[in-house]
């Protein structure tokens, strides 16, 4: 008898755990697909618990991944420019699978294993061919335009088995002789610059001289002229002239005597 029971009590943990291996929990971040023997029984399980017995099921998560990894990692890619010029690139891209598309990239590749390996191959090569389309000179000048560039080219790639979020090319490096000519070539920049500055300065400054003295000699032209016109004009600009030369003759004495000598000029009172 209790043998008997014994045997019940196993057989009834025998298949709680069966029915429990044979559950299949589905989170809301997910798109799992149930298959059985390989045949997809149900495209897109329902989120919860899922009776599965005899059945596989395959999940892929469907909020954005960080390539690579966590954050912390590198993915440095070597690619050629324009130019041609071999440099480095630290690569970071943000990315997520596409609903509309999910169950033909599982049809497809069957893991989501294989189906990130194929998106890590599209980033490396989506780098290279938006590389290869700039020189050097560009690549260093307009970084943000860059990054767009490489996101075109990996969505391209990749077509609409994933969607590309965002790209950040970070740390360019050129090799140690091209970037020690191109950080002469940015001083030189600076130098030219400051240079053709101040000779728009200059330039101004000696336009602004030329219009004064241009200014002075037409002045003195129409005074000329005037002078010419009206000799009143002139025999009283010369009356001043005088007057101003005799006041200051004068200046500093109390007798001052016109028409005698110089001694007579400067004698003081007795």
């Given amino acids: 008898m209790h043998g008997r029971s014994a045997l019940f009590r196993w057989i009834a943990v025998g298949l709680v755990v069966a029915t429990g291996s044979a559950c299949t929990s589905v989170d809301t971040t997910e798109h ?7 045949k997809v029984v149900e495209p897109k399980m329902g989120t919860g618990i899922n009776f599965t017995p005899l059945a596989d099921a395959t999940c892929f998560t469907m909020t954005e991944k960080n390539y690579p990894g966590n954050g912390t990692e590198k993915e440095v890619i070597e690619a050629q420019t324009q130019d041609p ?32 390996a194929e998106i890590i191959n599209a980033i490396r090569e989506g780098y290279r061919n938006a590389l290869s ?6 690549v260093f000048a307009n970084r943000a335009a860059l990054s767009d560039s490489v996101k075109q080219h990996i969505q391209r790639k990749i077509g609409n088995r994933a969607q590309i979020v965002n790209v950040f090319v970070r740390d360019i490096k050129a090799p140690p002789q091209i970037e020690e000519a191109r950080i002469q070539a940015a001083r030189q920049a600076q130098v030219l610059d400051q240079a053709q500055k ?36 002139l025999q009283l600009r010369i009356a001043e002239a005088q007057a101003r030369g005799l006041s200051e003759a004068c200046k500093g004495v109390q007798t001052c005597v016109i028409g005698g000598s110089v001694m007579d000029t400067w004698k003081g009172p007795r």
């Fill in 85 to 116: 010029i071999t440099v480095t690139g630290d690569v970071a891209v943000v990315y997520k699978f596409d609903p509309a598309t999910i169950t033909r990239v599982f049809e497809e590749k069957r893991t989501p294993d294989a189906a990130e």
């Fill in 198 to 233: 101040q000779f728009v300065i200059d330039s101004v400054n000696a336009r602004g001289r030329l219009m004064a003295a241009q200014a002075e000699a037409e002045a003195k032209r129409l005074e000329g002229a005037a002078y010419a016109a009206n000799r009143d004009l």
């Fill in 32 to 38: 799992c697909v149930l298959t059985r023997y390989g």
């Fill in 133 to 138: 389309q700039w020189t050097i000179a560009e």
